[in-house]
């Protein structure tokens, strides 16, 4: 019997980023489980940061999800949650954005949750999905480490930037939860955890965990 199969795309076309979320989502892993794998996208810009990125890789995204035959859910790594619903119109088979299943997520941990963002202009565009999730009073507070998404995934002192901004979330701001605005924060989750006390959240394994479910119930 062929394993279920879920296809975790990094919109940004910098396989630092891919390498972090591969080894972010290695726990989510057993045996006879579903396949993760995780894969580029060639097209998208080095990293997602503005909304004419965003807009840049909607439909190279939908190309690849109508192209790929084996795969029995998607996941787009990407915390703007690019081509989300055009991937889904384009497909019978589950799409999953790392935004919505990260959010949904910090509400199962938390009354009111933080976000660290990559830099101050992303947090407009985040706050806006969040209106329109309808969520916004669930939201104690967004911080940006003004970093790029290569920075993020590989740079010097991102993790204690992402501890300061944490901890003024927790303590200056009331969240109960941190919830990491950036595929490309995947490998500090653990030890910023660590550091602050409270739950932090990859929107990655989120969304993941949530595929997991999706396909193990279809099979």
Do not use: W
Request: net charge negative.
């Amino acid at each position: 019997m062929t394993r279920p199969r879920i296809l975790v795309v990094n919109p940004n076309s910098n396989e630092a980023v891919t390498r972090g979320l591969e080894e972010a989502l290695r726990p989510l892993s057993f045996a006879d489980g579903p396949e993760i794998r995780c894969r580029t996208l060639a097209e998208g810009p080095f990293g997602i940061e503005s909304q004419a990125d965003v807009e840049s890789v909607a439909m190279p995204l939908r190309r690849l999800v109508e192209g790929e035959t084996e795969a029995d859910a998607f996941v787009i790594a990407c915390y703007s949650d690019p081509g989300l619903h055009v991937c889904r119109e384009g497909t019978a088979r589950p799409v999953f954005g790392i935004a919505e299943s990260g959010v949904l997520t910090a509400l199962a941990r938390a009354e009111r949750f933080g976000v660290i963002a990559i830099k101050s202009r992303s947090i407009q565009r985040h706050l806006r999905y969040l209106r329109q999730m309808g969520l916004s009073d669930r939201l104690a507070g967004e911080r940006a480490l003004e970093m790029s998404v290569a920075e993020t995934a590989s740079g010097e002192g991102t993790l204690a930037r992402m501890i300061a901004l944490g901890t003024a979330l927790r303590d200056q701001d009331g969240a109960g939860a941190v919830l990491m605005g950036c595929a490309g924060m995947a490998r500090h989750r653990r030890p910023l955890e660590d550091a602050l006390g409270i739950p932090v959240i990859d929107p990655t394994q989120a969304a993941v965990t949530m595929a997991l479910g999706t396909v193990a119930l279809a099979s």
